[in-house]
């Protein structure tokens, strides 16, 4: 079965990183949760989702209004792979929070969660996406290290290319 990518952005910036993730990683259904198609999910055994983390470990706005769908859905027999935005320097206490919000939900629904990545060389306080020193996703600060996006997103989709397509 294919593999969805599922993303909500206010600037942009979530967008664009979903576009570069589903264009190494070659897939073709690619999805703005904004336009209210989050159970959409239901039809997909791997799917990825990702947001942004607003104000004080928020989530994003159109995360926010699909969220009760969101936690209705069934993970069972799923492989979901996440990445989260956020901003370690203005937001070090919450960093990518929202990521760790999607990580819950899906974690008790039953699904297996791929794509863990490491902690090191980001600064921050801290962070619910954070286990040990692993976040439970990609995670990415397009605010303070744009520079190393790029990188990160590559590294990150060889390393869950065979589990998630």
Sequence with gaps: ???ALFYASSTGNTKDIAKKIAKILDINDIFDIGSGNILLARNYDKLIFGSSTWGEGELQDDWEESWEQFKSLNFEGKTVA?????DQDSYSDNFVDAMGMIYQVVILGGGDVIGFW???NYDFEDSIAQIGDQFVGLALDED???ELSDERIQ???NQIR???I
């Design 1 to 3: 079965m294919a593999t």
């Design 82 to 86: 996440l990445f989260g935005l956020g």
């Design 118 to 120: 490491s902690t090191a």
């Design 144 to 146: 303070n290290q744009p």
């Design 155 to 157: 590294e990150w989709c």
């Design 162 to 164: 065979n589990e998630i």
